[in-house]
């Protein structure tokens, strides 16, 4: 038996096999029946734990698939001779001991695999490296790591902030048919009989998949990072990281973390904090609250852009905005494009004439300052249509396929996000815009980065076009604002709530919540009760793995949910309008920052019959601006009701360009959103005031809702919401 320990840990491996059997923390033992990890590697699985898929056709939302074949880890470690550490001439070991780590080495014909185990504070990191000991260039496709727990009976596992939402007892799943992450997931969550594990990939260079199956009495994790590779002979390529990291109820501060005991005992809180001692921290100073709209001014994707109006006829639209509250617009792409679509730039230093070229532009922004609102560009770096100037001038900036031709997606080339130049080029590009228009911020389509390239840059491999490509557009489109002296206002479009991003972006596009509302949404109307308690534990699960100062997004539909993905619908037509009328004061009474998408407000604007909405916009806006303290803070209570519950207590304030949108309340407030069409009554109150630490009794109301008190002061009325003061 082999050990690994330090004050907090100790980790058990089979000296025969150097198999990780055990880790310890605390009273806690969790058993493993062992790591593997299979990659694809010349065309098919090294060791066929996985079923070989090549990437060479992926698009930009496809991860690799979790799809076990059921076939064991019967690969044994390399031998080496016994050192002066072993004790005794003539043995053999398995395991390189060092420190606070173990190293298992495995030789396969092509190449060998190194695994590590070390010790961090609270959890084992595992970290994987392949080598070509060969004399030809190996051929890489996939790379997947397996932790079996030995047991499946009584553990539950769940994907916070992830997708699917729900929580799924292992026993019950079919025999490798595996539960997959819709998102790139770098954290899941086990609840064990004896307590609880996290396990954590991170993986800076490509995106992966993640799923969870069960083979016989074992649980399976697998994550599948989307490596894409050549790799040399002599050469080495490291893989991500994995973490396993045990939760045992603890005492107050016996973890050595701060905190009341209910955090330190929380397993969600301690991927948050784990996340953190790694090193990855939101950005400051930026804009993160207020009102997001988005729109255009040819009208809204779905009905086909019908208006045709410009800018100028669009900046006579800002004042009605202003006064329904909004404060910031999220313009859709106005910059030379083709019949293809707005999406399908040619020149984006060029504001297409349609819209009132260069001085329409200028004049929507300069109204837009008057008014008080910023004004967000809408960047789209994948690239134009091959026959364009930029892709013909700087032949080595798109990606290209393994023969060398042209990536491309959306007849457009997909751009390396790594290379310096055309980094260089999107900061010079969003700067020119910072001088000529003074924008203020980014929305940025495609930020999870483009097609992989097997020509890339320097020593960035191929699939490093993708994750870490995206952080680094990211990078250079903020860098473009502060080089114009523009405070931080970024919303890339990545769909992952990857701590990659945390840096660099100030508000995290939420389509996460998005795809939880479509999740649950057949039961919001039969079942309100358990669709609330469902929203519910997403949300509160969401809010302990996340920092407090990561902003997000929240919306109910954009230009592509109204259009051509997921509900392809307006809210008010999926839920009905009252329904939606509750869900759109949700996403404006939670932590973030809520965006509505042109014609929410009046469904006239597309061409729709339907109430107008601008009277109850209004009302919740001022509302949220009035009566919410600043800061993310937010605490779920579960009511076991069709009433939303959750307290907003005052965190980090928003500092610097967000304190003019900063909310005017100064103590905790509770919401209450009845998400049901029948009137709901809150003796629940009584109860979760205990649980929470709160005083219901002497809750002062602040505000009714739309259509103001309409029942008893116990009573919330079908589909309303209400607002208290609490002390």
């Known amino acids: 038996m082999i050990r690994l320990r330090n004050e907090n840990l100790c980790c058990r491996f089979d000296e025969a096999w150097g198999k990780l059997l055990a880790v310890e923390a605390h009273g806690l033992t969790i058993p493993f029946d062992g790591l593997a990890f299979d990659f694809g590697c010349n065309g098919e699985m090294a060791l066929g734990l996985l079923t070989y898929e090549s990437m060479l056709e992926f698009r930009t939302w496809n991860l690799p698939k ?88 009584g553990v539950s596992f769940d994907y916070p902030a992830n997708a699917p939402i729900f929580h799924y007892e292992a026993e019950k799943l079919p025999e490798l048919q595996p539960i997959e992450a819709g998102l790139v997931n770098f954290a899941t969550h086990f609840r064990l009989p004896e307590g609880h594990l996290n396990v954590l990939f991170l993986d800076e260079t490509e995106k992966w998949g993640c799923g969870t199956y069960r083979q016989g009495n074992r649980v399976c994790q697998v994550y599948h990072a989307g490596l894409e590779m050549d790799l040399g002979p002599g050469d080495t390529c490291f893989v991500g990281s994995l973490y396993i990291q045990p939760c045992a109820p603890a005492k107050g501060g016996e973890d050595g973390e701060e905190g009341s005991l209910a955090e330190i005992r929380n397993p969600y809180l301690k991927i948050r904090r784990l996340v953190e001692r790694l090193g990855y921290a939101p950005c ?59 999406y399908h730039s040619n020149d984006q230093s060029v504001i297409h004439a349609r819209y009132g070229g260069e001085a329409g532009c200028r004049h929507f922004c300069e109204r837009a ?63 020119d815009h910072v001088r000529r228009f003074g924008i203020d911020g980014a929305r940025i389509d495609c930020a999870m980065g483009g097609l992989s390239n097997w020509r890339p840059y320097g020593d960035n491999r191929p699939s490093g076009n993708s994750v870490l490509a995206g952080v680094h557009i990211t990078e250079s489109i903020r860098n473009g604002f502060l080089r ?20 660099c972006t100030d508000l995290f596009y939420g389509m996460n919540l998005y795809r939880a509302f479509v999740e649950l949404e057949h039961l919001l109307k039969e079942q309100p009760a ?168 002497g809750a002062r109301l602040l505000s009714a809702g739309y259509g103001g008190e309409v029942s008893g002061p116990d009573t919330i009325q079908p589909y309303g919401y209400r607002i208290f003061r609490i002390c």
């Not at 008014?371 to 249509?385: K, S």
């Open 66 to 153: 979790i799809q076990p074949t059921g076939r064991e880890f019967t690969l044994q470690p390399e031998r080496t001779a016994e050192g002066e550490a072993g004790g005794g001439a003539g043995r053999e070991r398995i395991c390189g001991l060092s420190g606070e780590a173990v190293q298992v080495s495995y030789r396969l014909p092509m190449g060998t695999v190194q695994v590590c185990y070390t010790l961090l504070e609270d959890s084992l990191r595992v970290d994987l490296v392949l080598c070509n000991t060969g004399e030809e260039a190996l051929y890489l496709n996939t790379c997947g790591m397996l932790l079996f727990l030995e047991q499946a009976e």
């Open 284 to 342: 400051a100073g930026g804009i993160v609250d207020g009102v997001m709209y988005s729109g255009h001014p040819a009208g809204t994707m779905d009905k086909d852009f019908p208006l045709q109006d410009d800018l100028y006829a669009y900046a006579g639209q800002l004042p009605a905005l202003r006064q329904m509250g909004v404060d910031h617009i999220w313009l859709l792409p106005v910059f030379d494009h083709t019949e293809e679509g707005v």
């Open 369 to 431: 300052h008057e008014l008080g609102m910023t004004v967000l560009f809408d960047y789209v770096p994948h690239g134009p249509a091959p026959e364009y100037p930029l892709v013909a001038d700087h032949p080595d900036w798109p990606s290209k396929r393994r023969d060398g031709s042209l990536q491309d997606e959306w007849e457009c080339v997909s751009m390396d996000y790594n290379h310096p130049g055309y980094q260089e080029y999107t900061t010079e590009l969003v700067y």
């Open 484 to 503: 114009g002296e523009k405070p931080s206002f970024i919303l890339p479009e990545n769909f992952n709530p990857l701590p990659f991003y945390y840096h």
């Open 530 to 697: 358990a669709y609330v308690e469902g929203l519910t534990d997403f949300l509160e699960r969401e809010a302990w793995i996340t920092p407090e100062g990561y902003h997000k997004m929240r919306f109910l539909d954009n230009h592509d949910t109204v259009s051509w993905v997921w509900q392809s619908a307006r809210a008010v037509d999926c839920y009905g309008t009252e329904a939606a009328k509750a869900l759109f004061a949700l996403i404006s009474l939670i932590d973030g920052m809520p965006m509505i998408y042109q014609g929410d407000e009046n469904p006239a604007i597309y061409g729709d019959a339907g109430e107008n909405l601008v009277p109850f916009f209004t009302k919740l806006f001022h509302d949220r601006k009035s009566y919410l303290p600043a800061g993310n803070r937010t605490t779920y209570l579960h009511t076991g009701t069709p009433v939303m519950a959750f307290l907003r207590e005052p965190g980090k304030e928003a500092a610097g360009p967000s304190a003019q949108y900063a909310s005017r309340g100064a103590g905790p407030v509770l919401v209450l959103i009845n998400l049901s069409g029948v009137s709901q009554r809150t003796e629940f109150l009584a109860d979760a005031s205990l649980k929470y630490g709160f005083c219901a009794d």
